[in-house]
């Protein structure tokens, strides 16, 4: 506990190190397309492959509003690679604050993942239920979202019940 209890001191004291220097002061806390989930409320599972091809890879992209998707993740290369849920909005605010901060330092949060080569991760969204967004899935590691690493899809409606 004792540990547990510093390290969430020093991820407090770099966040606000962080806030400080304004490198993370636009980066949107609330999402337009979205929020965090349990993994239990997950309805369907979508694999996704990030590659050294710069390429963002789904299994499926008929991502319907309201869903609760597991995205499952592997990076299937050698360098790093981000796996971001986001739209135009957020692809500003995240571009801006990579330029912001030095060459290496990564930016957690809610809707990125960051992936080594060779690993895999999990990241559970359940989509805005309401209204058509414009989705953009990427990664921005510096250089790659240029390089076409990313995936626009628009949310279809909701399922009609049987
Ligand atoms: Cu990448």
Known sequence: MRYQGNLLLALLLSASAAMAQGHDMDMPQRFAFGQPAEEVAATRTIHVEASDAMQL???????????????????SGQALHEFSIGDDAFRRAHQ?????????MHHHAA????????????LVWRFEPLR???????????????????????????ALAN
Request: proline letters at 4%; one cysteine or more.
């Open 111 to 122: 809707n990125v993942l960051s992936l080594k080569g060779g690993e895999s991760g999990t």
């Open 132 to 158: 058509g967004k414009a989705l953009l899935f990427a990664c921005y590691v510096p250089g790659h979202f240029e390089a076409g690493m990313y995936q626009r899809l628009v949310l279809l409606p909701p």
């Open 96 to 104: 801006r604050a990579m330029r912001q901060s030095m060459a290496g």
């Open 57 to 75: 890879k789904f299994d499926a992209t008929d991502i319907r509003r309201g869903e609760v998707v597991k995205f499952i993740v592997h990076n």
